[in-house]
């Protein structure tokens, strides 16, 4: 049988969400003057308030309650994830941007390495091969980083990568909660950060636009599809689809500005861009095996 239409619509939503999130590195190598705080400053700002209003229109006058029912595991989840917005930015600024993405591409593996580790959740040998081949593909980038200078953005796109795993986790244990208010005040912690941080909040006006673009159109819009998205979609194929992120972003970044990745990170990119759709790719098979196993050899989301 073909695929339903929920599940092209699953597809395509997730695909454009990897579209909007590549966009950050192209937009933050066309900042003039601005630095890293003072942009992070603006995005998270924009971020949020631009959050908040979807969320009013979907809650109306409940929203204070919607924030408030996150609790201490959606205000833990914040946290987190703030931190891993100021570790986004500086990854982009102190490193290639292909070097960052596919770090951060890798963050499906490393999530389940860490369940594996210090949850104790069964993983296939299949799975673990392919999480240690990702691995191997970071400490190529990794090489390069010590070889080119760019190695304090390779430990920021790292950051990024454990504080998005540690996110999924709080959410995976919150599933009875909404936690988009919770991924909203990501932006008041990154926020607070950046205000603590920043020297000056006076910026050009090019650099307070892109500022403005980062947290209203790349990282709203990327977070909101791959959100809905995955309301059609198995968890791996979220991951699987999402990597057009980590394909699209070292592209734009070769056309628009001439960064073109090294030979080290090439080859370590191509090896975590395999291993983590090698992964993804067990993981569809064993949730439509699941499904064909509780509802008669039909998955629910794509009729085959």
Do not use: K
Not at 141 to 153: P, Q
Not at 173 to 187: F, N, Q, Y
């Amino acid at each position: 049988m073909g695929v339903t239409r929920p599940y092209v619509r699953g597809v395509m939503l997730v695909l454009l969400g990897g579209f909007f999130l590549s966009l950050a590195g192209i937009l933050l190598r066309h900042v003039e003057d601005a630095d890293g705080w003072q942009i992070l400053f603006y995005r998270s700002v924009s971020f949020f308030a631009t959050l908040t209003a979807i969320l009013a229109v979907r809650y109306r006058g409940a929203t204070p309650r919607a924030f408030r029912s996150v609790g201490r595991r959606g205000f833990a989840a914040a946290v987190v994830l703030g931190l891993g917005a100021v570790c986004y930015v500086f990854a982009i600024l102190h490193t290639t941007v292909a070097n960052a993405v596919f770090i951060i591409g890798a963050s499906p593996v490393v999530t389940a390495l860490i369940g594996w580790l210090f949850l104790g959740e069964r993983v296939s040998a299949a799975a673990l091969g392919t999480m240690f081949l990702a691995l191997a593909g970071i400490a190529l980038m990794f090489a390069d980083g010590l070889v080119g200078g760019g190695w304090l953005g390779n430990v920021m796109a790292l950051g990024v990568v454990a504080s998005f795993s540690v996110f999924l986790l709080i959410v995976r244990d919150a599933r009875d909660i909404d936690m988009l208010p919770a991924t909203a005040l990501a932006g008041v912690v990154a926020g607070i950060i950046s205000l603590v941080m920043v020297d000056s909040l006076a910026m050009g006006m090019q650099d307070l636009a892109i500022a403005i673009a980062l947290g209203c159109v790349q990282f709203t819009g990327g977070f909101m599809l791959l959100t809905i998205g995955a309301r059609y979609l198995p968890a791996a194929e979220v991951a699987l689809f999402s990597l057009s992120e980590a394909v699209l972003a070292p592209l734009w970044v070769w056309i628009g500005v001439d960064e073109v990745p090294s030979a080290l990170t090439a080859c370590g990119a191509f090896v975590v861009l395999v291993s983590v759709s090698v992964y993804c790719l067990l993981g569809i098979r064993r949730e439509r095996a699941s499904a064909a196993r509780g509802v008669g050899g039909s998955h629910p989301d794509t009729g085959d």
